[in-house]
Nanobody
Framework: QVQLVESGGGLVQPGGSLRLSCAAS????????MDWFRQAPGRQRELVAA???????NYAESVKGRFTISRDYAKNTVYLQMNSLKPEDTAVYYC??????????????WGQGTQVTVSS
């Protein structure tokens, strides 16, 4: 099992920046993907950014050029740097990790979520 603890959310004005952090309770393999999702009230949870098992990154079209996902492997932590924030970025942001297990299974773990509010 792995626990994911998120931090860094808060209230910012449009155009501001935040950096979210997600720390895992144990070592996460470089081969295991780590993602950030978000969910706004009344909306489906959506993928925001991901670091894949191959080391690549991908982003939702709405955040490309503004958000950057990164990992600190020594700290078992994934970050989401969010710049040029817009009101539509307001949501609860969730950290996710997919861990390969025995028999080719994949276990999916989620953080508790951290609120990001962009408002003037």
């Amino acid at each position: 099992q792995v626990q994911l603890v998120e931090s860094g959310g808060g209230l910012v004005q449009p155009g501001g920046s935040l950096r979210l952090s997600c720390a895992a309770s144990r070592s996460i393999s470089r081969a295991d993907s780590m993602d950030w999702f978000r969910q706004a009230p009344g909306r489906q949870r959506e993928l925001v950014a991901a670091i894949t098992s191959s080391g690549g990154t991908n982003y939702a079209e709405s955040v490309k050029g503004r958000f950057t996902i990164s990992r600190d492997y020594a700290k078992n932590t994934v970050y989401l740097q969010m710049n040029s924030l817009k009101p539509e970025d307001t949501a609860v942001y969730y950290c996710n990790v997919n861990i390969a297990g025995v028999g080719g299974t994949v276990r999916n773990y989620w953080g508790q979520g951290t609120q990001v509010t962009v408002s003037s």
